[in-house]
């Protein structure tokens, strides 16, 4: 899998620079390549963007002294392919992730290889505003999850995205918008998938996941779509509201986190258990203000895997719940103050540290929006029962 990365990458850049005289790219931040087939029966739109963070931690030891440790790193390095094909009903996406975090390491269930591919799915609009897509991608789980993290408000997504998100998975999904008034828009999609994660290839090893959400837009469309998006850059000349709702029920699941997580081995095989997760979500934006709010729940049939003795292997899986808020406001010069709120409680079974509060405040710089940011935050977290720790971090984003 890796040569045959290589592979592509290197003749990607040679067809790029074997033309590149006699190509004009579009704007910044619009992709670096435009492509469209001389008959229109197909286009590709070419984007690259990186993430370099910086970050520190302090917190007290055993011997009362304060441990320091420091980051530097290549956060996320992507590259992403989309457009339509055939007609333009029948639209694609595909995304590779390059970087350490987003390749997110080889093991038995990948083919001992490294997992590249984040997006690979096709989705066509087959009737009005219904549309079917079929290939790996996000599940509509939480609103901050849905967002994607070259648009977020801080350095990095919460805690509870962290800890309760399903993120992406392989399979079909279906989508639907329509209208109640002429004003209050409805969304809903729903999703039937493998349940193990993504890039899973030895085959489904549980039952299967089903995932449905639904979003209320009492106040009308977002402009541009930027309730998935942080920060208020479009500025809302009116206000503007999504409630969502999510549940997931993942069947006779493997993992400690639903679709995410590690696998729970036994010496006879993967321990099953039924997981369910649910998450309530709020984004408001007007003008120069943004908030964003929600709730998550996840909770299993049996926490604690066993063996076939009846004897705990060690695995668990994480239940719990979790609350964030957080907000910002963006001023004229387009630097932006923001807060977040996040409270993390897990069951007692399973966590040692049971609760957690987090505290950020964060400064961002939108230079040419989410395109080219600077952004830095610091948290201070609490815990049940170890010491307190402090984080700063400092992150510029670059997308083209």
């Keep these: 899998m890796k040569n045959l990365v290589r592979a592509f990458l290197l003749g990607l ?19 670096i390549l435009n492509i469209s087939g001389e008959d229109s029966t197909w286009s590709m739109n070419f984007t690259t963007r990186f993430q370099l963070l910086g970050s520190g931690t302090w917190q007290e030891n055993e011997s009362g002294s304060t441990d320091f440790n420091s980051d530097f790193l290549v956060r996320r390095a992507r590259l992403k392919f989309k457009g339509f094909a055939f007609t333009k009903d029948l639209t694609y996406k595909l995304e590779i992730g390059l970087a350490n975090k987003d390749i997110d390491g080889a093991s038995y269930y990948t083919d001992y290889t490294d997992k590249f591919i984040l997006d690979a799915y096709l989705q066509w609009n087959f009737y009005k505003s219904l549309s079917i897509r079929v290939g790996q991608a996000k599940l509509p789980g939480n609103v901050e999850r849905l967002i994607s993290s070259g648009s977020l408000q801080f350095v990095d997504r919460s805690l509870l995205n962290a800890e309760f998100n399903i993120d992406r998975d392989i399979g079909l999904q279906l989508l639907n918008e329509h209208y109640l008034t002429p004003t209050f828009l409805i969304r809903e999609q729903f999703a039937f998938s493998q349940g193990d994660g993504r890039n899973v290839t030895v085959g489904n090893m549980g039952g299967y996941q089903y995932t449905g959400r639904v979003e209320l837009l009492p106040l009308g469309a977002f402009k541009n779509d930027n309730e998935l ?28 986190k639903s679709n995410k997580g590690d696998f729970m081995e036994t010496q006879q095989g993967l321990y099953q258990t039924d997981i369910t997760t649910l998450f309530a979500d709020a984004v408001f934006k007007y003008k120069g203000i943004s908030l964003l709010a929600e709730y998550a729940n996840r909770s299993a049939e049996e926490a604690i895997a066993i063996d076939h003795q009846g004897i705990p292997t060690g695995d668990v ?13 963006l001023f004229e010069n387009n630097w932006e103050v923001s807060g977040r709120y996040t409270h993390l409680d897990f069951d007692q079974e399973v966590q040692s540290t049971m609760e957690e509060n987090q505290y950020t405040l964060g400064i961002s710089k939108y230079i040419v929006g989410h395109n080219l940011k600077l952004q830095t935050d610091i948290s201070y977290a609490t815990f049940a029962n170890q010491s307190d720790v402090v984080m700063a971090r400092l992150q510029l984003e670059l997308q083209f």
């Design 13 to 31: 850049l040679v067809c790029f620079f074997s033309n590149a005289q006699d190509i004009q790219g579009p704007h910044f931040g619009k992709g």
């Design 229 to 256: 998006e942080g920060s208020a850059l479009e500025r809302e000349d009116k206000p503007r509201l999504m409630v969502g709702v999510a549940y997931d029920y993942n069947d006779d699941a493997v993992k400690t």
């Design 317 to 329: 899986v994480d239940t719990g719940n979790a609350f964030n808020i957080q907000g910002g406001y």
